[in-house]
């Protein structure tokens, strides 16, 4: 290969050039040789690097325009595919849950019978000797017996309030008072002699199952329907992937289709509840069981949890609790159905036979749930709010 110089001579140097080597600017080393010729010696300067200019204004701005666009087009398509992964995420939560329930169920169901053997959602059945008021929602498994959410409960049931296990009241020793003091049960020496262990069942459901103390759950509470409580606020929930607490429901075993859905009507121990078309006789579920958590109405006072910092209330903050199929079910020339929890659970053949039948559409017509023998689980999904679209839950999804 030629060198520098050889290049230089063979294009018309006629023989060896003087040459000096400097250091530009740039950095760069530079050689320049200066041939002789029979005129006026032309100086020819080599640099070694490349010939560099900058991007115009347009270039720039073009190619800026071309990332924003890019960015618009991605980002939206990245958001939906992270929300969705959550989705499923959280629907494999309930997956688990359901099948805890389901075994919690069969480990423990003479001990629930009003409940079809699942845990409780709000009032737990009473535990002889101890004075506390299941029918107010009272928890016993704390000193102070706190009103609770099912989604309070789901937890405590599932894997113990400490997620070691499930305690069986037939397991508690006759020992003392023990039996009448629930909120012992869960300590490190129920019985203060340093020696006895109760046993457990379960842990019905993962432990590593994601959960959260209710202080941690994002967003702001309603201090009118959740009050701050230090007792409350350091009881876990199972939350779903966007960490929000997952509702629990459970179908009363003696429910009626004269009563779909009780609203904050005080429980009442012999079921017997009357007035109005759709609230006599016991009913299949209670709205208030997760009503801190969903509101008790549309108007502020009355405004559930606010996940998102939206503003927005939840779709079914209202029970529905009075409202008939009238009420619920679109017919030609009526008026538009109702937003509530009693719609939102309603059964969906029965629905769709009423949007067939519209001449059965009557305020006596008989009402029933989904899932009227076990229970409802639903997570608020991506935009927080209990009742949208994109709600992820064990129930079958709207056709309407």
Not at 180 to 191: C, Q, R, V
Not at 282 to 291: A, G, I, K, R, T
Not at 320 to 347: K, Q, Y
Request: hydrophobic share 35%.
């Amino acid at each position: 290969m030629l060198s520098a110089e050889s290049r230089i001579a063979k294009g018309g140097c006629r023989r060896s050039v003087p040459r000096q080597i400097w250091s530009g600017l740039d950095g760069a080393n530079h050689i320049a040789f200066i041939p002789y010729s029979d005129r006026q010696p032309i100086p020819l300067v080599i640099t070694r690097g490349s010939d560099r200019r900058a991007f115009s204004l347009v270039e720039l701005l073009t190619v800026i325009f071309i990332i924003g666009l890019l960015i618009a087009i991605l980002v939206p398509s990245l958001s939906a595919a992270r929300n969705a992964a959550k989705k499923m995420t959280t629907g494999k939560s309930l997956d688990s849950i359901k099948v805890g329930l389901e075994s919690f169920k069969n480990d423990n169901a003479s001990d629930f019978p009003q409940t079809n053997g699942y845990p409780p959602s709000f009032s737990h059945p009473p535990i002889p000797g101890y004075a506390f008021k299941p029918e107010d929602g009272e928890f016993p498994f704390l000193e102070t017996n706190p009103v609770v959410t099912g989604a309070h409960w789901l937890p405590a049931m599932l894997m113990g309030p400490d997620k070691l296990g499930y305690l069986k009241r037939s397991s508690i020793p006759n020992k003392g008072t023990l039996r009448a003091e629930p909120w012992k049960w869960y300590t490190p020496d129920p019985l203060g002699d340093g020696k006895t262990t109760l046993s457990r069942g379960g842990p019905y459901v993962d432990v590593a199952i994601p959960t959260k103390r209710t202080e941690e759950l994002p967003g702001r509470r309603n201090p009118a329907l959740f009050p701050a409580s230090n007792a409350i606020e350091k009881l876990p929930v199972i939350v779903d992937a966007f960490d929000q607490a997952i509702l629990y429901y459970v179908a009363n075993a003696y429910g009626r289709p004269t009563n779909m859905v009780e609203g904050d009507r005080p429980r009442l121990k012999d079921n017997n509840y009357t007035g109005g078309a759709q609230q006599e006789g016991p009913p299949y579920y209670f709205h208030q069981d997760n009503s801190a958590f969903t509101g008790t109405g549309v108007t502020d006072p009355e405004r559930g949890w606010d996940f998102g910092n939206s503003g927005a209330k939840h779709v079914f903050a209202e029970s529905g609790a009075a409202h008939t199929a009238v009420d619920m079910v679109p017919v030609e020339n009526g008026p538009e159905p109702r937003v509530s929890f009693a719609r939102h659970i309603l059964d969906r053949k029965l629905y769709s036979h009423y949007v067939a039948n519209p001449s059965d559409v009557k305020p006596t017509s008989p009402l029933k749930p989904v899932n009227a023998d076990s229970f409802i689980l639903i997570s608020a999904g991506v935009d927080g709010r209990f009742g949208t679209i994109d709600d992820v839950s064990n129930m079958p999804p709207w056709t309407e």
